[in-house]
RNA sequence: GUGGACGUAGCUCAGCGGUAGAGCUCUCGGUUGUGGUCCGAGCGGUCGUGGGUUCGAAUCCCAUCGUCCACCCCA
């Protein structure tokens, strides 16, 4: 049976089994973020439009091609996030955030959503997990977000990843870095694949991280070009950046070439990069320019979002060991009419006594429930006959060697919990 | 948005013009109230969908939807 739906291009069915990655990211996000004092915070999927095209930027495939965006019945043209951070900073200036002692620390975990066509780790809808920090210039912030950021997934427990990282400057410095650059790109024109042409026109800097073959070598080059033409202050802070990670034992490699897809983004970028695929597992970067563009106090920022079901894929590559979902502590199996009715009161009970409860009160041969016990990987297995029923007992059976102790109704609980004790052992 | 591969049972796949198959899963059974192993039986598919070619199509053709891969881009 096929049915009549599919589910939409891109999207998935994250089912039962594979909730366990799902828990083990969302558990450890929250403890890692907490822990370094980052506050929760829950903003809307979607938002006006205009929200993503300023901040994200006109010129970016996000906004040029990648929006979900209608009109509501209002004629309002809303669009379905395509990232977490023009909404955070959004949020950050509509609740007056600003006035708040800085650094104002947030973090968020949610979907996004993207029209692009689906691959490996790619999807219409997909989930990050992101931090921002506003109200604090200082390039010890840049180095603590990339910290945090990396003990988040060492605490996932995944290995082999690196940290690229590079600056492009200021605001302030923009038009010169640009300049030089087009300079030199143009003086190599005729070399330069057709988009990356395109891109020096309306978006010199993202030649740099053209995959075009041709553009390999000038690509390299102008990397240098940017690095040189960084103004005195912006070097400074991004060589401090450094020399903090250094101290906070991050390894990093630096990527000259390295410049990331949205328009807001000022001095540092980074990314996490997976090195066995090479696929970015997450970025981010600083961007002080933005909360200006979207009318707020100027106020600067840093922040970093991270792919989860790329993060998942590589827990899995890699076998991290990732915990087990809920198990069965103790089944409880019934047989005839008086035992189901006891059956409901014996699940209560242990219920109640903390323990996780199984059963299968729909079906009726013991086979088939001690059957469904073991696929529940049940340690313990309560038996319950007409005969229990009669002697107000019960049996308890260990589904581990198949020993077996008949015990009173009154002294249940307390044998099941020794008996789940002893098998800790 | 471009190029390529592929859509057959819940899952993994075989069949590639002549009445739908395997393995796994699932359900039941292997005598009286005992699972995981083993053995047996059974359930389950209008072969993604819609057209077309043909006496006849899962098999050929077209379209469409979806999946995967590369590019583009990104998380």
Known sequence: MKGK?????????????????????????????????????????????ALFSRSVGEETDIVAKEMYTFAD?????????????????RAYIENGMHKEPQPVKLYYFGPMFRYDRPQAGRYREFYQGGAELFGEEDPIVDAQMIAVMIKFYKKLGLKNLVVQINSIGDAKGRPKLEKALVDFLSAHRRQLSAESKRRLAKNPLRVLDSKEKEDQAIADEAGGVLLDNLSKESKTYFTKVLEYLDDMGVKYELNPRLVRGLDYYTHTVFEIIDASTGLALGGGGRYDGLMKILGGPDTPAVGWALGVERTIDCLKKQKVDVPEGPSVDVFVIQLGDEAKKKAIRVIDELDEAGYSVGHALGRDSIKAQLRVADRNQ??????????????KSAIIRD??????????DKSLSAAVGRKLKEKKK
């Open 378 to 391: 049940a340690r313990l297995a309560v038996i319950l006959g007409e005969r229990e029923v009669h002697d």
């Open 5 to 49: 739906f599919q589910k939409p291009r891109g999207t998935q069915d994250i089912l039962p089994l594979e909730q366990k990655y799902w828990f083990w990211i969302e558990d450890n996000f929250r403890a890692v973020m907490t822990a370094a004092g980052f506050g929760r915070i829950i903003f809307p999927t979607f938002e006006d439009t």
């Open 399 to 408: 589904l581990s060697d198949g020993s077996q102790e008949s015990v009173a």
């Open 73 to 89: 019945r209002g004629k309002n043209s809303l669009t379905l996030r395509p990232e977490g951070t023009a909404g955070v900073a």
